[in-house]
């Protein structure tokens, strides 16, 4: 059983925590059905609203934070009540479809130049006319994704195979091993080996328990002692995705924030080692009249890496 459990963490095909999807189809939803997550989240999406409304009567900084939001968009913007919900359509389909895809920072250009073309224009004509190119765009895209744990080819080029714990943590050096089990703490370290594209790999990872959906893993290429480490992570499991960079899959991991709120976070190989290239919060913001879960993401480049 716990050969099985080991063979699904590593082969990286383990279902964390995710949006839930009803049995009807997707639809973009209309802005009163996005009613959840922070105040800033909600400004973004629906820089028009009425903030009073959304039990911020009083607060100063929220106050000033919507009059900030108002204050970017062409005068008359929020007198109009079909350009303000194509506002709010436009926005959520630019950050909802930014937690869809798997290579974010891609289209995080795209939304950056949509925003570009949008931030030029001075009066509502302009703004509906880029809404609605946003709109064409990205409709098709939400609509069609479907987001689910990455099932890549993986890492391994055969199922990996069960190592003994003192062997693995002596191949690493002392440092390593004491570092490994002093973070394990209480959980079990596992180890499994397996061929690469590389060459071979060392996978080590402590065990999870209870509800737990996260736990540290490591990753090491072992063409020679010690092993080089290629990735360390404190929310695993680790994911392989369709992309590769420098001979090697990219890689994402999905750390559980809250019940509302997940981190997700996108790696590449240089060449010598996994570099974080790009993070992003998903955020639950209500439900489409399907029950389909309403996540938005935002994100950030953290790395840039050439592939060659």
Same mark, same amino acid.
């Given at each position: ?7 699904? =963490? ?17 639809? =973009? *939803? ?24 959304? +039990?911020? $009567?009083?607060?100063?900084? $929220?106050? %000033?934070?919507?009059? @900030? ?12 009540? #079909? ?20 290579? *974010? ?5 795209? =939304? ?5 073309? =949008?931030?030029?224009?001075? @009066? ?8 609605? &190119? ?39 050096? *002392? ?6 089990? $002093? ?11 397996? &061929?690469?594209?590389? +060459? ?22 072992? %063409? ?12 695993? *499991?680790?994911?392989?995705? #369709? ?26 190989? @240089? ?28 994100? &950030?480049?953290?790395? %840039?890496?050439?592939? &060659?």
């Amino acid at each position: 059983m716990k050969r099985n459990m080991m063979l699904l =963490i590593w082969a990286w095909v383990l279902a964390l925590a995710a949006p839930a999807w009803a049995d009807g189809k997707r639809l =973009i *939803p209309r802005s009163e059905q996005a009613t959840g997550g922070y105040l800033s989240s909600q400004l973004l999406l629906k820089p028009c609203a009425d903030i009073d409304a959304l +039990g911020f $009567a009083g607060d100063e900084t $929220a106050q %000033r934070s919507a009059a @900030d939001a108002r204050q970017a968009l062409p005068a008359g913007t929020c007198e109009n009540g #079909a350009l303000v919900e194509k506002l709010f359509k436009a926005r959520f389909l630019q950050h909802a479809t930014l937690a869809m895809v798997y290579t *974010p920072w891609q289209l995080d250009e795209q =939304i950056a130049r949509q925003q570009r073309a =949008i931030g030029r224009c001075r @009066d509502t004509q302009c703004l509906a006319r880029e809404l609605d &190119r946003v709109i064409a765009v990205l409709a098709p895209v939400y609509l069609g994704a479907r987001r689910q744990w990455p099932r890549g080819k993986g890492l391994c080029s055969a199922d990996p195979r069960q190592t003994p714990v003192s062997q693995a943590l002596a191949l690493l050096g *002392p440092d390593a091993a004491n570092a490994i089990s $002093a973070t394990c703490a209480e959980s079990e370290v596992n180890a499994q080996t397996c &061929r690469g594209p590389q +060459g071979p790999l060392l996978l080590v990872s402590c065990g999870l328990s209870g509800n737990q959906v996260n736990s540290d893993q490591w990753l090491f290429l072992a %063409r020679k002692t010690p092993p080089e480490p290629l990735l360390a992570v404190e929310d695993g *499991p680790v994911a392989v995705l #369709a992309t590769t960079c420098n001979g090697l899959p990219d890689l994402m991991t999905q750390a559980r924030v809250s019940a509302g709120e997940q981190y997700v976070s996108y790696y590449r190989y @240089d060449g010598r080692a996994y570099r974080q290239l790009y993070a992003q919060s998903h955020e639950f913001v209500g439900n489409d009249a399907h029950g389909n879960d309403l996540m938005i993401a935002q994100g &950030r480049a953290e790395a %840039r890496v050439v592939c &060659r």
